[in-house]
């Protein structure tokens, strides 16, 4: 496995822009998921893919956040008129199915400045 | 609600001593739970999980932790600390379907002395 992929790693931005993150999970994982970190904080969850099919979005993926997976491989994370308060990273992490061990990758960072 | 109390912040330990790092969670059914380690600015790595059966689980790096489920707790454990266990240790709980979501606690940042 070459591991959960994510680009970019860091990203600046000025407040109302948009901004998109990639994820490359680990190939044949059927599970793709996003978190949120900001500092001195756990993840916090995002929202969750079984192949293609959103399955379940977290109160904190307001109106301004959308996550694809359009053909069950990598997803996007978009985040639009971006906020100060976006600023965090953003985890994208893997699995195979039901019961099997979470990966993450490393971690796209936001600064909205 | 789900949720995952972290008591300590920070701790530091001499290299060579023993540690314990404190979990504490709120779940309204059996949990599956899971320690992950973070270097800075780095993703999250598995150390271990607690699924069923033997309440003392093992994991990588020489750490262990046990469920204790009259305790709510599942305390991760290491004899003897090396300096590249330096790092932000996170406590995790999530529901038997595991594999919809997890959630965290706020982490340990664990220092090391030499």
């Known amino acids: 496995d070459t591991g959960v992929s994510q680009d970019p790693r860091h990203k600046i931005t000025k407040r109302g822009q948009n901004v998109t993150f990639r994820c490359d999970p680990i190939s044949e994982h059927n599970r793709l998921y996003w978190y949120r970190q900001t500092l001195g904080q756990g993840p916090e969850f995002l929202t969750y893919f079984q192949n293609e099919a959103q399955l379940e979005k977290s109160r904190l993926l307001s109106d301004r956040f959308s996550a694809e997976r359009p053909k069950g491989s990598f997803s996007t994370l978009e985040i639009q008129r971006t906020e100060q308060g976006d600023s965090a990273m953003y985890l994208c992490?893997?699995?195979?199915?039901?019961?099997?061990?979470?990966?993450f990758g490393e971690g796209s960072w936001l600064t909205v400045v | 609600a789900q949720s995952v109390t972290q008591p300590d912040i920070h701790i530091t330990v001499s290299e060579g001593a023993s540690l314990e790092l404190r979990c504490n969670y709120s779940y309204g059914a059996t949990p599956y739970l899971f320690w992950y380690v973070q270097s800075p600015g780095q993703g999250l790595q598995l150390l271990l999980k607690y699924f069923s059966g033997d309440t003392l689980v093992q994991g990588i790096k020489g750490f262990e932790a046990e469920f204790k489920r009259s305790q709510s707790s599942f305390n991760l454990r290491k004899p003897s600390v090396h300096w590249s266990d330096a790092a932000e240790y996170f406590c995790a709980v999530g529901p038997m379907e595991y594999g919809n979501k997890l959630v965290f606690g706020a982490g340990t940042i664990l220092r090391v002395k030499s």
């Open positions: 992490a893997s699995s195979r199915d039901i019961g099997n061990t979470i990966y």
